[in-house]
DNA sequence: GTATTTGTTCAAGTTCCCTGAACAACAGGA
DNA sequence: TCCTGTTGTTCAGGGAACTTGAACAAATAC
């Protein structure tokens, strides 16, 4: 115990880190956009924007997609359904499932997290050129193949 | 409502998710290994590793630093000291205070952490090269730095 | 020396996820 | 066709990781 002067091996830079910072300013940023843009959504509904299909899609699919429970998906769109951002209509091709599509609030929601991200994507080609944008974009999904 | 075929302005690429998934995955990398190492820490527990202090640090500081209530930060330490990989001693300078310093278990567990982050640096430079890692890193902290 | 601020902790509540269990509808084989 | 197993959804309960509010002692500021 106390103060062992312990000698760390330590690395220099943690790129992880950084990757995670510069993720969760940029996020906010979508959020607060789609917020002033009079839209109540809290941070766990972008899971269910990312992933629908334009035509609607089952919860189980919206579910896989985010990689989490049906259960906690289902709460989730509970939840945007009653503020009038999604409707459950039958699925006529199986008549356990529901097609979960979204309503024409939930196409101005998306799109303004759209305008946001377009903005953004803007300003990463100002400060980084098309070029190194485009380096960094190829970097980072060498990085998610990995998996 | 129903199918309004919308027209929708939508970006190309968004950044900002590829930022997420290698981040995601990259950090649950090092959550694997330090478990690995035979350490139980959980996500949560690497505010602490991240922001401490080697000659220790304060409660209030550590949460400044983690972007959290000193409250939420308080649960990580208690779990960590019940634990043992966290001490709380005495602050000298302030008796109200008290010091938050890592254990010999505590520097274990964030060498381990350190070994995995050397390692995925190093992977890094073999993926990128050492100067497309460096401007990788620039740009994420020009992103970081906007704040 | 009194008033305000600071550092910590107790208590209660919210968000966001989980597992287990139920039940109806589908799909395959005898 | 009936039986079995799987799939899609939902109800119920619970845990992890935060939050705010309130208390109290010790420091600091006039």
Redesign the pocket.
């Known amino acids: 115990m106390s103060t062992p002067s312990r000698r760390l091996r330590e690395p220099e830079v943690n790129t992880t880190y950084l990757l995670g910072r510069a993720h969760k300013l940029l996020n906010q940023r979508i959020q607060e956009a789609v917020a002033a843009a009079g839209h109540p959504i ?4 972008s ?1 269910v924007f990312v992933n629908i299909d334009r035509a609607g899609s ?6 896989e997609r985010a ?13 945007l359904v009653r503020r009038g951002y999604l409707e ?1 209509v039958p ?1 006529p ?8 599509v979204l309503t024409d609030l939930g196409y101005d929601a998306l799109q303004a997290a759209f305008d946001t991200i377009l903005d953004i994507e803007a300003e990463l080609v100002a400060e980084l050129g098309a070029g190194g944008l485009a380096t960094m974009q190829r970097a980072l999904r060498r990085l998610a193949e990995e998996d």
Chains 1, 2 share one sequence.
């Open positions: 809290r941070p766990a509904h899971a089952r919860l189980t699919q919206l579910a990689a989490m429970s049906p259960q906690a998906m289902g709460e989730l769109v509970d939840d459950r699925d091709a199986d008549r356990r499932a529901k097609l979960i």
